[in-house]
C-alpha cells in the first residue's frame, strides 16, 4: 500500500523551513527583489536554524538527509523568495561534484569547512556557447607536472559573487568531446580567479548570478575530482538531483501564488460576492490547485527513487519540466485573479510571475528535459 503521509519527523522538518520562511525570509522578499541583496546575514540565520546542507552526509558537516525529506525544506523556503531560497540551498547543486566522485579526502578538505562556517559554493558548467550544449565548454585546464593551469570564462553562475569556492568544469582534451571534461575544485582565493559582469536578471532578483574568470588560475592535481575525463558524467549525475531541487523551488513559487491567489479570491468583492465564487475564478484556482498537487507528488517520486538508490534522471527531468511549466502557468493566472493589482510592482504575485520563468530555463531548459525524458522512454 503507497502512503503520502509525512512522518512526525517529516512534518518537524516541514514546519522548521516553513516557520523559518515566514518570518526570515518573506518578510524581505519584496524588498530585496528591487535592492541589492548581500546574503550574509540571512544566511548566518539559516545556518542557525539547521535549513542549510541537508543532503550533505553527517561526517561532512551536514545534515544527512535524503533527498525527499531535504525537498519538504526545499519548498518551504523557496515559498518564501525562490532568489534567497536559492542562495540558502545552492550547496545542494555546488557541492554535488565533490559528494558524487570526490575521495574522503576532499570531502573533508572542501565541504566540511563549508558546512562549519556557514559559507557557499558555486558550480560552474555553462558558458556563453555551452549552455544547453554543455560538451561545448571552452574553458581549458593543461596539466603541468603536478598542477593544472586554467584558463577561460563560465558565465551565468549561481552565488559566483559570494562562493568560497567552486566546482569547475574544464576541457583537459578537447579532442575527446564531453570525455574530454575534467572536473576540479577551485577555492575563491586562487589568484587568477575573478568575477566578472553581475547579471540584472528579471526574477528571483536576490539570488547573485555573474561571470567567473579563470586567467592562469593553477590548480593542484589533487582538486581534481574522481579521475581526468569524468566530468562530464559528474555533471550530468549532479544536475539529475538539481533537477529534483528546481522541481521543488517550482513548486514552491506556484504554491505561493497559488494561496496569494486563495486568498485574494476570498477578499475581493465585485457583483456583491467574492470573485472565487464565480465559476470562472473557482474552477481556475481549481485547475491550479490540481497542477501543483501532481507538481509534489512528481518531485516527491523522483527524490525517492534518488534515496532508494534507483535509476531516477528520467522522473527527475519530468519532475522539472511539469513543476516548472506550472509555476509559469499557475502565477501567469495568479496575476490574472488579482487583476491590475497583480500587475503592480509590489505586489507579491507580480514578483512570483517574474521568479517562475528561470525555473524553466536553469539545470536544462525544459526542451533539453524532454529530450532527457524522451531519450530514456526510447532506450
Known amino acids: 500500500m503507497i502512503d503520502f503521509t509525512l512522518t512526525s519527523e517529516q512534518k518537524a522538518l516541514q514546519e522548521l523551513a516553513r516557520d523559518f520562511a515566514e518570518k526570515e525570509i518573506a518578510p524581505i522578499a519584496l524588498k530585496y527583489d528591487q535592492e541589492p541583496f548581500d546574503p550574509e546575514a540571512i544566511l548566518k540565520k ?3 536554524a539547521g535549513v542549510m546542507n541537508m543532503t550533505t552526509p553527517k561526517q561532512c558537516g551536514g545534515h544527512g538527509l535524503g533527498l525527499l525529506d531535504a525537498s519538504l525544506i526545499t519548498e518551504e523556503l523557496n515559498a518564501g523568495c525562490a532568489g534567497i531560497g536559492g542562495m ?23 565541504i566540511t569547512p563549508l558546512c562549519e ?30 598542477e593544472y593551469v586554467l584558463n577561460g570564462q563560465k558565465c551565468f553562475i549561481t552565488n559566483a559573487g559570494f562562493a568560497s569556492l567552486y566546482t569547475v568544469f574544464a576541457t583537459t582534451d578537447p579532442e575527446k568531446g564531453t570525455r574530454g571534461i575534467t572536473a576540479f575544485v577551485v577555492p575563491r582565493e586562487t589568484p587568477g580567479v575573478s ?13 547573485n548570478v555573474a561571470e ?9 592535481a589533487a582538486n581534481v575530482l ?27 513559487i506556484a504554491r505561493s501564488a497559488l494561496e496569494a491567489s486563495l486568498k485574494y479570491a476570498k477578499e475581493r468583492v465585485q457583483f456583491g ?9 473557482n474552477f481556475l484556482l481549481a485547475d491550479m490547485a490540481a497542477a501543483v498537487d501532481a507538481s509534489r507528488l512528481l518531485a516527491w517520486y523522483a527524490a525517492s527513487r534518488c534515496d532508494q538508490g534507483l535509476p531516477f534522471a528520467r522522473e527527475a527531468a519530468q519532475a522539472k519540466l511539469f513543476a516548472s ?37 536553469y539545470e536544462g531548459t525544459n526542451q533539453v528535459n524532454r529530450i532527457v525524458a524522451g531519450g530514456a522512454l526510447m532506450r
Not at 568575477?195 to 539570488?207: N, S, T, Y
Not at 569524468?230 to 517550482?250: C, D, P
Not at 495568479?334 to 487583476?339: C, D, E, K, N, Y
Open 46 to 48: 539559516a545556518h542557525r
Open 325 to 361: 511549466d506550472t509555476a509559469m502557468w499557475v502565477t501567469t493566472n495568479a496575476v490574472q485573479i488579482h487583476g491590475g493589482y497583480g500587475y503592480i510592482k509590489g505586489y507579491l504575485v507580480e514578483k512570483l510571475m517574474r521568479d517562475a520563468k528561470l525555473t524553466q530555463i
Open 273 to 281: 460576492s467574492p470573485i472565487g465564487t464565480f465559476q470562472s475564478i
Open 226 to 252: 574522481g579521475e581526468e575525463g569524468r566530468g562530464f558524467k559528474i555533471a550530468m549525475e549532479t544536475l539529475n538531483e538539481g533537477r529534483v531541487n528546481i522541481a521543488t523551488t517550482a513548486l514552491g
Open 212 to 220: 567567473v574568470n579563470f586567467d592562469d588560475v593553477v590548480v593542484p
Open 88 to 110: 540558502i540551498s545552492i550547496n545542494s547543486l555546488a557541492c554535488g561534484p565533490i559528494l558524487i566522485a570526490g575521495s574522503d579526502e576532499q570531502k573533508k578538505r572542501f
Open 117 to 146: 562556517a556557514g559559507k557557499t559554493a558555486s558550480f560552474c558548467l555553462t558558458e556563453r556557447g555551452a549552455g544547453s550544449d554543455a560538451a561545448g565548454v571552452k574553458t581549458k585546464a593543461v596539466r603541468k607536472g603536478n
Open 195 to 207: 568575477i566578472g559582469k553581475v547579471e540584472d536578471k528579471m526574477g528571483q532578483r536576490a539570488l
